[in-house]
C-alpha cells in the first residue's frame, strides 16, 4: 500500500478547493474542501505520521472546514434570496 | 481566537465539524 497517495490526494483536492473558491464555484469549492479533510483526516488516524506532521495537517483541516461552513452558510442564503443581482 | 483554535484542534472535533457539513 502505498502511504503517500491519501496524503497527496488531500492535497489536491484542497488546492483544488482553494482554485474553485477563488473562481467563486462555492459550491465545486465546498464540495472539494469536504473531500480534502476527509482524506487529511483519514491519513492522519490510519498512517503513520509524526506528531508534528499529524498536528500540522489537522490545523490545515480547521481552516478548510472553517472555510466550507462560511461557503455553505453563504449558500444557504442565495437559496433562500431570489436569484437578482443587485 | 480562530487561529489558536486551528492549531489544537482534536481528530473528534474535526470529524464532528464535518459531519456538520455534511448534513444540509
New interface residues.
Partial sequence: ANNNNNLQKAIDLASKAAQEDKAENYEEA?RLY?HA??YF?HV??YEAQGDKAK?SI??K???Y??R??KL?EYLKKKEKAPAKPV | PAKSKAATISDAEIERQLKALGMD
Fill in positions: 465546498l469536504q479533510v476527509q483526516l492522519v488516524k498536528q489537522r490545523a483541516c480547521a481552516e472546514l472553517d466550507a461552513e455553505k
